[in-house]
């Protein structure tokens, strides 16, 4: 399915190199101011362009197409439309010649053929955008709260004096980088989060999963406490509103929100478009070939990451917050 929420559900649609992108958004309370311009601060986040970012380069601005009203949103489906315009599928002329660490083999098999494999087509990194257009929504659903998402790793490194160096190198040598995303979510209360199979961190992981390239995600000290001993990861508790001396948990007990600040971080991999020729299988022929993958490409795609890292933690939050309002 293309769709995620309870209370608040977002469904994506689209592709790289079709019409555009869109998305609609269910259970977005009536009355809500919004407009065009609001989008515009995440979405300039998102945008290519910058060294060691994709020179693709789409306007990406917003049309609304229902659930809108003289500047409030209606209470019915929010839905919005992103044109593609800076598009190039000359560049991926030979399908059936799969891009290693790519969704060309997987989707063909899923879809026997039928999808559009175009830049990656419904797999590719600019469904994202979606993603960065749902959380500037969810975001206004979430008084009090103040999200804040860096890049804290790249290729490895973690001195970020040194971040551009690594990506320069990478792209010296025509390869890519990986990176780490943290985000951070202060002024969360206490008691967001459902029993077991809904519970905070379900939630928030499920949906950075769903970003492309994203493949590890931790909260609070995550892989590092499985090295400690109980006596060194517990957070003691100071006093009733449940402040803790440290945070190695990230602010979630149970699957619970604690009221403490909210740290969760997603590990993204290398851009698999590389400029370095590649042996990899052509379906076509039934051999093992060379293939240089041409197009525009992130050296980096941890830089335009962390808005939808940050997006997608939000959107989480506002159907956790929602589904707790309604439940008695």
Request: hydrophobic fraction near 40%; aromatic fraction near 6%.
């Amino acid at each position: 399915m293309n769709s995620f929420g309870h209370d608040f559900r977002i469904a994506v649609w689209g592709e790289s190199h079709g019409e555009g992108i869109g998305l609609t958004l269910d259970g977005v309370p009536a009355g809500m101011p919004l407009a065009v311009e609001d989008f515009a601060a995440d979405l300039a986040r998102r945008r290519g362009g910058a060294p060691g970012t994709t020179p693709r380069r789409e306007e990406d601005i917003p049309r609304i197409l229902s659930g809108l009203f003289r500047g409030h949103t209606t209470g019915a489906p929010l839905t919005l439309f992103f044109a593609n315009g800076n598009t190039r599928p000359e560049d991926y002329p030979a399908p059936l010649h799969f891009r290693p660490s790519h969704a060309d083999r997987t989707a063909r098999i899923k879809y026997g053929g039928f999808n559009d494999p175009r830049g990656g087509g419904a797999f590719s990194g600019r469904l994202t955008v979606a993603l960065v257009a749902a959380g500037t929504v969810a975001k206004k659903l979430l008084p009090g709260i103040s999200l804040q998402s860096r890049l804290t790793a790249v290729g490895g490194c973690t001195e970020p004096q040194r971040f551009e160096e690594t990506i320069r190198r990478a792209i010296e040598e025509r390869d890519s980088a990986g990176g780490v995303v943290e985000c951070r979510a202060s002024g969360v209360p206490a008691g967001l989060g459902e029993p077991f199979f809904d519970s905070a961190e379900s939630l928030i992981a499920h949906l950075l999963f769903a970003i492309p390239a994203v493949k590890g995600v931790e909260f609070g000290d995550g892989f590092a406490a499985a090295a400690r001993t109980g006596s060194r990861n517990n957070d003691p508790i100071l006093d009733a509103a449940g402040r803790t001396a440290t945070n190695h948990d990230g602010g979630i007990n149970g699957g619970i929100t604690n009221g403490n600040e909210l740290v969760v971080r997603a590990a993204v991999k290398p851009t698999p478009s590389i400029g370095l020729p590649q042996t990899t299988f052509n379906a076509a022929t039934g051999r093992c070939e060379e293939l240089a993958i041409g197009g525009r490409h992130d050296a980096c795609i941890a830089l335009r990451a962390a808005v939808v890292v940050e997006a997608a933690v939000a959107i989480a939050l506002a159907d956790l917050t929602l589904t707790a309002h309604r439940l008695p």
